[in-house]
């Protein structure tokens, strides 16, 4: 049974800083292309950075630049390093996996394998 584990998600001022951890019981894990989601109340699951299995990161327009994605193959845990964070990035924080290539800006039925989240909230 596939199962990711997110962890590290909590309440911060805005400016501050967050590191979200992904650990996933996946075979193969070093082939996956793994990301990380977010949904904010009454809004729609919105794709935030993805990485591929030879370690290319892409991002959303709101994050570039403040956020970094980053895989640990032989611990099968996927991170986000979030710094600078304003109101607006409230939301909970999901990591997918995708057993084939990413692509550009996926929507969420991309991805085969979920978390079941972790909250992330900043205050101003």
């Known amino acids: 049974q596939v199962q990711l584990v997110e962890s590290g998600g909590g309440s911060v001022q805005a400016g501050g800083s967050l590191r979200l951890s992904c650990t996933a019981s996946?075979?193969?894990?070093?082939?996956?292309?793994l990301a990380w989601f977010r949904q904010a109340p009454g809004k729609e699951r919105d794709w935030v950075a993805d990485i591929d299995s030879y370690g290319t990161t892409s991002y959303a327009d709101s994050v570039q630049g403040r956020f970094a994605i980053s895989r640990d193959n032989a611990k099968k845990t996927l991170y986000l390093q979030m710094n600078t964070l304003k109101p607006e990035d409230t939301a909970m924080y999901y990591c997918?996996?995708?057993?084939?290539?990413?692509?550009?800006?996926?929507?969420?039925?991309?991805?085969?394998?979920w978390g079941q989240g972790t909250q992330v909230t900043v205050s101003s």
């Open positions: 997918a996996a995708r057993d084939n290539t990413c692509k550009l800006n996926p929507s969420s039925s991309a991805f085969a394998y």
């Open positions: 996946l075979s193969s894990y070093s082939l996956y292309c």
